[in-house]
């Protein structure tokens, strides 16, 4: 136990090109998380494209049913986007309805709801359409496929003097298939055939930085071993055994693994959380926070497991070239 | 003297108005209130599950006899007291006397954030922050354990695990941010092994993971906004955060701890930069508050490296950044701008202790008095306007429209409209609940609308949202309706 202690404390000190290690371990699992943490989290948010096309929590209909919200609907182009604008007489219920969560206050005349993708063209809360200025009461934070949505009242939408259509909203029933208003191009289908296939991409780049991850652990353990064979004879002639210092070297090569894999699992998060967070200020793209879960563990875990054996090879393959 | 300031800025809003502040207030003095009639404690919401605030209300008003509301201005007494272990927290890590009284002083008068819309309100995280800056106390003694430390870490510890959720997680973190560096230090030979740091973390870690787990199962959330994905965000920026401040020296150390640094810029663009979306509008940061927020930074900042040696400061540092980083991550709404808030807090404490560094470095230098006296009143002048903003802004309520509200009776089964102020206070005053808040032109027929001075002066609160005082309640519109009760401080119109 002393040993291995006395090897730790030696690492800790940053000897044996622990830094390095650590670093490179660090580096690439921060690469697979970000990559991975990303993919993962605009898999989700594909997930609201598959909504608009499919969505059975709505039912949508150009005739009237029991209980349902009429919305005049119509879509606008603003600064190259295409915007769609919903106005009704009572857009809390048609928000209630979409099971939308907003930040402020419901539409009155002459004010817009607004959909949190389109804050950049807010300026100063108040949204100029068609040359008229409108007041913005609000931001629509979710579900995502309202982000490019305008929710107002028809007397605003009067104003602006967009011809709509009507439609009628209403709660589908329990388990009730939706009916498609669009099928094509953001079909369901399509979309999750390209999310799969950019993910199953990703995948592949994972696997590709822990097989490097694994090599250039293996090198870099076989190297530290080498610069730390001084200390290890030292050792030996203190009577430490070869089990005994094999026993230590792999301690220390699961520690800097957990080390690196932590480091790298933080780098990689939170890097990718700041620049996206950085990005969404500087240029006005939206905000896509990375998303860690089971999957994400899953590679962490790969990782660590690749990094130790790896490093335990490297640096056991060191120890007995130099003969000690 | 400095004492009796820190005492006495969380209670401004209790002096000054006769309320505490912030709507939270009155439901934890209506849970109180209900308990002191029942003699039964429910753990069935939110606001329950989380009950030394409660607790300490009703413990003190069946003590001395006092009301709900009277005994409600220990809390804010005690975030005051909190300045107590804060000096001796500056004293063990090293601060001559002088200088050790700063960070007290700067805690209530930091111009960063209103610190008197924290101090001066009553609920969870408020009667919690006392204890929080006792349990950094007592983790800066435990080199040298005793049985008394390890009895009065439990008993800290513990009470903050049922204080609140938000200081118990910053807690956590720090305590294991401490061991680690402990951990760190003695495999390089700095330090004895920190087994009675590691022991408080581990003892911490047991009721705070098993409360909070509770909560999660019957409330099925841990933080209302904290999704599992979040935990493991906020983990990654905490690990980057004690990482940063692990080395002696270089780029990334301890000796330049520039996260510390990005943390308080983050700060000012979320409160004035605009990084969140929110309805409020937010004016433009004028060179003034700029001014003020430099000399701040500057203050707290410039000394706060020499701090960073002393293991429960850095420790401190590690989870208290972490959290003011990890807000705008969250996400740049409404929700995210609260944990900002919250995070603050506590970010509050380690500027102070920073400019208490800042403070020993000048005054040992000749006239260093001066430029501290100096630095500390134009600190007091730059975080007044907050102060003043806040005392009459919409989150403060008065002691007349208390006293009005209880002196009406609402006829029941009567619809009432009203904004957060409102919500609040009412179930409180009247045992009513308001059913939201709507624009005037919307109000059904025989229901009414209550508002207050700050609600035709400034504006609605909905949620946490300021809403423009025409979108509700326009003047055109305010004086065609009919008054059921007008008054200078609140009206009820039909």
Same mark, same amino acid.
Not at chain 1, 127 to 145: C, D, E, F
């Given at each position: 136990?002393?040993?291995?202690?006395?090897?730790?404390?030696?690492?800790?000190?940053?000897?044996?090109?622990?830094?390095? #290690?650590?670093?490179?371990?660090?580096?690439?699992?921060?690469?697979?998380?970000?990559?991975?943490?990303?993919?993962?989290?605009?898999?989700?948010?594909?997930?609201?494209?598959?909504?608009?096309?499919? *969505?059975?929590?709505?039912?949508?209909?150009?005739?009237?049913?029991?209980?349902?919200?009429?919305?005049?609907?119509?879509?606008?182009?603003?600064?190259?986007?295409?915007?769609?604008?919903?106005?009704?007489?009572?857009?809390?219920?048609?928000?209630?309805?979409?099971?939308?969560?907003?930040?402020?206050?419901?539409?009155?005349?002459?004010?817009?709801?607004?959909?949190?993708?389109?804050?950049?063209?807010?300026?100063?809360?108040?949204?100029?359409?068609?040359?008229?200025?409108?007041?913005?009461?609000?931001?629509?934070?979710?579900?995502?496929?309202?982000?490019?949505?305008?929710?107002?009242?028809?007397?605003?939408?009067?104003?602006?003097?967009?011809?709509?259509?009507?439609?009628?909203?209403?709660?589908?029933?329990?388990?009730?298939?939706?009916?498609?208003?669009?099928?094509?191009?953001?079909?369901?289908?399509?979309?999750?055939?390209?999310?799969?296939?950019?993910?199953?991409?990703?995948?592949?780049?994972?696997?590709?930085?822990?097989?490097?991850?694994?090599?250039?652990?293996?090198?870099?353990?076989?190297?530290?071993?080498?610069?730390?064979?001084?200390?290890?004879?030292?050792?030996?002639?203190?009577?430490?055994?070869?089990?005994?210092?094999?026993?230590?070297?792999?301690?220390?090569?699961?520690?800097?693994?957990?080390?690196?894999?932590?480091?790298?699992?933080?780098?990689?998060?939170?890097?990718?959380?700041?620049?996206?967070?950085?990005?969404?200020?500087?240029?006005?793209?939206?905000?896509?926070?990375?998303?860690?879960?089971?999957?994400?563990?899953?590679?962490?875990?790969?990782?660590?497991?690749?990094?130790?054996?790896?490093?335990?090879?490297?640096?056991?393959?060191?120890?007995?070239?130099?003969?000690? | #003297?400095?004492?009796?300031?820190?005492?006495?800025?969380?209670?401004?809003?209790?002096?000054?108005?006769?309320?505490?502040?912030?709507?939270?207030?009155?439901?934890?003095?209506?849970?109180?209130?209900?308990?002191?009639?029942?003699?039964?404690?429910?753990?069935?919401?939110?606001?329950?599950?989380?009950?030394?605030?409660?607790?300490?209300?009703?413990?003190?008003?069946?003590?001395?006899?006092?009301?709900?509301?009277?005994?409600?201005?220990?809390?804010?007494?005690?975030?005051?007291?909190?300045?107590?272990?804060?000096?001796?927290?500056?004293?063990?890590?090293?601060?001559?006397?002088?200088?050790?009284?700063?960070?007290?002083?700067?805690?209530?008068?930091?111009?960063?954030?209103?610190?008197?819309?924290?101090?001066?309100?009553?609920?969870?995280?408020?009667?919690?922050?006392?204890?929080?800056?006792?349990?950094?106390?007592?983790?800066?003694?435990?080199?040298?354990?005793?049985?008394?430390? #390890?009895?009065? *870490?439990?008993?800290?510890?513990?009470?903050?695990?049922?204080?609140?959720?938000?200081?118990?997680?910053?807690?956590?973190?720090?305590?294991?941010?401490?061991?680690?560096?402990?951990?760190?230090?003695?495999?390089?030979?700095?330090?004895?092994?920190?087994?009675?740091?590691?022991?408080?973390?581990?003892?911490?870690?047991?009721?705070?993971?098993?409360?909070?787990?509770?909560?999660?199962?019957?409330?099925?959330?841990?933080?209302?906004?904290?999704?599992?994905?979040?935990?493991?965000?906020?983990?990654?920026?905490?690990?980057?955060?004690?990482?940063?401040?692990?080395?002696?020296?270089?780029?990334?150390?301890?000796?330049?701890?520039?996260?510390?640094?990005?943390?308080?810029?983050?700060?000012?663009?979320?409160?004035?930069?605009?990084?969140?979306?929110?309805?409020?509008?937010?004016?433009?940061?004028?060179?003034?508050?700029?001014?003020?927020?430099?000399?701040?930074?500057?203050?707290?900042?410039?000394?706060?490296?020499?701090?960073?040696?002393?293991?429960?400061?850095?420790?401190?540092?590690?989870?208290?950044?972490?959290?003011?980083?990890?807000?705008?991550?969250?996400?740049?709404?409404?929700?995210?701008?609260?944990?900002?808030?919250?995070?603050?807090?506590?970010?509050?404490?380690?500027?102070?202790?920073?400019?208490?560094?800042?403070?020993?470095?000048?005054?040992?230098?000749?006239?260093?008095?001066?430029?501290?006296?100096?630095?500390?009143?134009?600190?007091?002048?730059?975080?007044?306007?907050?102060?003043?903003?806040?005392?009459?802004?919409?989150?403060?309520?008065?002691?007349?429209?208390?006293?009005?509200?209880?002196?009406?009776?609402?006829?029941?089964?009567?619809?009432?409209?009203?904004?957060?102020?409102?919500?609040?206070?009412?179930?409180?005053?009247?045992?009513?609940?308001?059913?939201?808040?709507?624009?005037?032109?919307?109000?059904?027929?025989?229901?009414?609308?209550?508002?207050?001075?700050?609600?035709?002066?400034?504006?609605?609160?909905?949620?946490?949202?300021?809403?423009?005082?025409?979108?509700?309640?326009?003047?055109?519109?305010? *004086?065609?309706?009919?008054?059921?009760?007008?008054?200078?401080?609140?009206?009820?119109?039909?």
């Amino acid at each position: 136990m002393s040993l291995t202690a006395s090897i730790l404390s030696i690492a800790s000190r940053g000897e044996l090109k622990v830094g390095f #290690m650590i670093l490179t371990i660090s580096l690439f699992t921060g690469l697979v998380v970000a990559v991975e943490a990303m993919a993962q989290s605009y898999a989700r948010e594909s997930a609201a494209l598959r909504e608009i096309s499919r *969505m059975a929590e709505v039912k949508v209909d150009t005739s009237p049913m029991g209980g349902a919200v009429r919305v005049y609907a119509s879509t606008l182009d603003l600064e190259g986007r295409t915007l769609m604008i919903l106005a009704s007489e009572d857009p809390g219920s048609l928000i209630n309805l979409e099971g939308a969560r907003v930040e402020g206050g419901l539409p009155g005349d002459g004010e817009l709801l607004v959909g949190l993708g389109l804050r950049t063209l807010a300026g100063e809360g108040v949204l100029k359409i068609m040359g008229l200025p409108l007041r913005v009461s609000g931001y629509i934070s979710s579900p995502a496929h309202l982000a490019s949505s305008i929710i107002t009242t028809p007397e605003t939408l009067r104003k602006i003097g967009l011809e709509a259509t009507t439609l009628y909203y209403a709660k589908a029933p329990a388990g009730a298939e939706g009916v498609p208003m669009a099928e094509a191009p953001s079909s369901s289908s399509l979309v999750g055939a390209v999310t799969g296939e950019a993910l199953s991409t990703l995948s592949i780049l994972g696997h590709i930085l822990t097989a490097m991850l694994a090599v250039t652990c293996a090198v870099q353990g076989y190297n530290s071993s080498q610069e730390g064979r001084r200390a290890f004879r030292v050792y030996s002639s203190l009577g430490a055994s070869r089990r005994m210092m094999a026993c230590s070297l792999i301690i220390l090569s699961l520690t800097l693994s957990l080390a690196g894999v932590t480091l790298g699992y933080a780098l990689g998060l939170a890097g990718s959380a700041i620049i996206s967070s950085t990005l969404s200020l500087a240029l006005g793209l939206p905000y896509v926070k990375p998303l860690a879960g089971v999957e994400l563990l899953r590679w962490l875990g790969t990782s660590y497991a690749l990094s130790s054996t790896a490093l335990s090879i490297g640096l056991l393959k060191g120890y007995r070239v130099d003969g000690v | #003297m400095i004492f009796s300031i820190t005492f006495l800025v969380p209670l401004l809003p209790l002096l000054v108005r006769g309320a505490p502040f912030i709507g939270d207030s009155w439901v934890h003095m209506g849970l109180a209130r209900g308990v002191l009639a029942s003699g039964r404690y429910g753990l069935a919401s939110y606001n329950e599950r989380w009950p030394l605030v409660n607790f300490l209300l009703v413990f003190l008003s069946s003590l001395t006899g006092f009301s709900e509301l009277q005994a409600s201005w220990t809390v804010p007494l005690l975030v005051g007291l909190s300045a107590l272990p804060l000096y001796a927290l500056c004293r063990r890590l090293g601060l001559p006397r002088a200088s050790a009284l700063v960070p007290a002083l700067f805690v209530s008068l930091n111009p960063l954030y209103a610190y008197v819309t924290f101090s001066g309100a009553v609920m969870k995280e408020t009667s919690a922050f006392y204890l929080a800056v006792l349990l950094l106390h007592l983790a800066s003694m435990g080199k040298y354990p005793s049985v008394g430390w #390890m009895i009065s *870490m439990a008993v800290v510890g513990f009470g903050l695990v049922l204080g609140h959720h938000y200081a118990s997680l910053v807690a956590f973190l720090s305590l294991w941010a401490y061991a680690a560096y402990g951990l760190f230090g003695w495999l390089r030979g700095e330090n004895p092994p920190p087994k009675a740091i590691l022991y408080a973390a581990s003892a911490f870690t047991v009721p705070f993971s098993l409360w909070n787990w509770l909560n999660y199962l019957t409330l099925g959330a841990f933080f209302p906004i904290f999704e599992a994905s979040d935990i493991l965000l906020l983990l990654a920026v905490f690990t980057l955060s004690w990482f940063t401040l692990l080395a002696d020296r270089g780029i990334i150390s301890r000796r330049a701890p520039w996260l510390a640094s990005s943390a308080f810029i983050i700060s000012v663009l979320g409160l004035r930069g605009g990084l969140y979306i929110m309805a409020q509008p937010v004016e433009p940061i004028t060179v003034w508050e700029a001014r003020n927020y430099a000399v701040a930074a500057v203050f707290s900042l410039a000394g706060l490296s020499a701090g960073l040696d002393r293991g429960p400061l850095r420790a401190w540092a590690a989870s208290t950044v972490s959290m003011v980083l990890f807000a705008p991550l969250w996400g740049q709404t409404m929700p995210g701008f609260t944990l900002l808030i919250k995070a603050l807090h506590y970010y509050g404490i380690l500027l102070a202790v920073g400019a208490g560094f800042t403070a020993s470095w000048i005054l040992r230098r000749r006239g260093g008095w001066l430029i501290v006296a100096a630095t500390l009143i134009f600190m007091a002048y730059a975080s007044s306007t907050g102060t003043i903003l806040a005392l009459n802004g919409l989150g403060a309520y008065g002691r007349e429209e208390v006293e009005l509200l209880r002196g009406i009776s609402f006829s029941p089964g009567i619809k009432l409209y009203g904004d957060t102020r409102a919500a609040y206070l009412l179930p409180y005053t009247s045992n009513i609940t308001a059913s939201g808040l709507k624009p005037l032109r919307m109000l059904d027929e025989g229901s009414i609308m209550l508002l207050f001075r700050p609600n035709w002066e400034q504006g609605f609160l909905m949620g946490y949202d300021w809403v423009a005082r025409e979108a509700i309640a326009p003047e055109d519109q305010l *004086m065609g309706r009919g008054r059921v009760y007008d008054s200078a401080h609140l009206r009820i119109i039909t």
